[in-house]
């Protein structure tokens, strides 16, 4: 009959050494890379995100839309682009990172390009939208703005990376 011996060691008590070497400023340190990558990542998301809108990525640019950037030209998102900082702070337990608009108008036109909205025609918008050539009927009394949903798409787009950058300096300060 065959021995079989199987050999089982643990690495728990080089586990234990590692973890007891890790100073607390070394796992600050850390918290203020992954924050700041995070954010970062976040507000590029966002950045591309506005650029594609409605060209790229549904849904689509409406006719009227598209007629007023052929007169006015075509934006490039820098009416929130420019608009949108990244604030990271310490905190009691850690570091904190807020990306977005923090004041003005441009905090209302993010919300619309976001969310969407349906907006009332007034007859200043008429006579808006008929300078541009664009001539709504009678009946119409409202527009709808479809949501683009840029800070979600953003948002999850970190929390995607976020489990792998969590798992790298996870294993760095291990190392």
């Not at 349906?118 to 200043?124: L, N, P, R």
Request: with cysteine; aromatic share 6%; glycine share 6%.
């Amino acid at each position: 009959m065959n021995n079989w011996k199987i050999k089982i060691t643990s690495s728990l008590p080089q586990l234990i050494n590692k973890l007891q070497n890790i100073t607390e400023e070394k796992v600050m340190l850390t918290g203020e890379k992954w924050v700041t990558e995070m954010a970062n990542s976040t507000y590029q998301q966002c950045i591309e995100n506005l650029t594609n809108q409605g060209r790229n990525e549904p849904p689509p640019l409406s006719a009227a839309t598209l007629k007023i950037y052929s007169i006015d030209g075509n934006p490039d998102g820098s009416g929130i682009r420019d608009h949108i900082s990244i604030e990271i702070n310490q905190i009691k337990s850690g570091w904190r990172a807020i990306v977005g608009i923090t004041k003005g108008k441009p905090t209302m036109i993010a919300k619309v390009q976001n969310h969407g909205c349906v907006i009332a025609v007034s007859d200043k918008m008429r006579k808006f939208l008929a300078i541009k050539g664009i001539f709504l009927r009678p009946e119409t009394s409202f527009i709808r703005i479809p949501g683009r949903f840029f800070w979600e798409k953003a948002i999850t787009h970190a929390q995607q990376i976020s489990k792998q950058k969590t798992k790298e300096m996870i294993d760095d300060l291990l190392n």
